[in-house]
């Protein structure tokens, strides 16, 4: 009896170090995908990613660098089949990534970042959503929603009927307005609220509220001017105390 627990404790032993070895296989792959990856070379950093991932399918950065990966081979608006499997290769890695952990917030955005690069917008605004249940302090998905909705709005190949932009409009404001609550310096989210307000003045058959959205669409305009000169500068400033 005594030498059956050993034998079965030195099997469990064995059996923990394997696990522990590949764990650090993985580890290595995953780090040698992150070389490649930054040095722009994305085939092979995906094969060291599906390594890591195959050693150790719990490892949730090399699925996200190996999405990743998929989605800067992605060329928006080829038509070929490699192209439109980088695509779909980037968009079921990243939902692997969220059957695992549906509130993982990179994923989320990954998702959402592919739909919008794949002309599904609405698809897109749905997972951006969810980025900002997930990640509610974030101003960037809030920003996203506005512009894309902006972007469904004044799409000129595809033109949708009046009643349908006047809900997008709306909605793009009341997201583009959370974004600078969150940041008042968002300059980019400026630029879309002003954008926005046209759109919603194209709409309106009132001469006086024309008036108003466009008087206020020209006072955000020279903001966002002025907010992302300001960005540039203090970025500059930055980038220069860094060199010294």
Same mark, same amino acid.
């Given at each position: 009896m005594i030498r059956k627990l050993i034998t079965f404790?030195?099997? +469990?032993?064995?059996? !923990?170090? @394997?696990?522990?070895?590949?764990?650090?296989?993985?580890?290595?792959?995953? =780090?040698? @995908?992150?070389?490649?990856?930054?040095? @722009?070379?994305?085939?092979?950093?995906v094969d060291h990613?599906?390594?890591?991932?195959?050693?150790?399918p719990e490892l949730t950065n090399a699925q996200l660098y190996? +999405?990743?990966?998929?989605?800067?081979?992605?060329?928006p608006g080829a038509d070929s089949p490699e192209n439109k499997k980088f695509a779909q290769d980037a968009i079921d890695t990243f939902k692997k990534v !969220?059957?695992?952990d549906a509130n993982n917030a990179n994923a989320v955005a990954g998702v959402a970042g592919m739909y919008q690069n794949l002309g599904d917008y609405p698809k897109a605004v749905e997972y951006y959503k969810k980025q900002t249940q997930i990640d509610p302090e974030n101003p960037i998905?809030?920003?996203?929603?506005?512009?894309?909705?902006?972007?469904?709005?004044? /799409?000129?190949? /595809?033109p949708l009927p009046e009643d349908q932009k006047a809900p997008l409009i709306e909605e793009g404001l009341q997201y583009v307005d959370?974004?600078?609550a969150k940041n008042p310096n968002y300059d980019d989210a400026i630029?879309?609220? /002003?954008?926005?307000?046209?759109?919603?003045? !194209?709409l309106s058959k009132d001469k006086k509220e024309?008036?108003? !959205?466009?008087?206020? +669409? =020209?006072?955000?305009? +020279?903001?966002a001017l002025a907010v992302r000169k300001a960005n540039q500068e203090k970025k500059a400033a930055a980038s220069g105390a860094e060199a010294k």
């Open positions: 404790s030195a099997l +469990a032993l064995l059996v !923990l170090a @394997g696990a522990s070895c590949q764990k650090l296989q993985a580890r290595d792959s995953l =780090n040698k @995908g992150i070389k490649a990856f930054r040095e @722009g070379k994305f085939e092979r950093a990613f599906k390594d890591a991932t195959t050693l150790d190996l +999405a990743t990966a998929y989605a800067q081979q992605y060329i !969220l059957d695992r998905p809030y920003y996203a929603i506005g512009s894309t909705d902006w972007i469904m709005v004044y /799409n000129k190949q /595809n959370k974004a600078i630029t879309y609220k /002003n954008l926005l307000l046209r759109q919603k003045a !194209l024309i008036a108003a !959205l466009e008087a206020e +669409a =020209n006072d955000l305009a +020279a903001k």
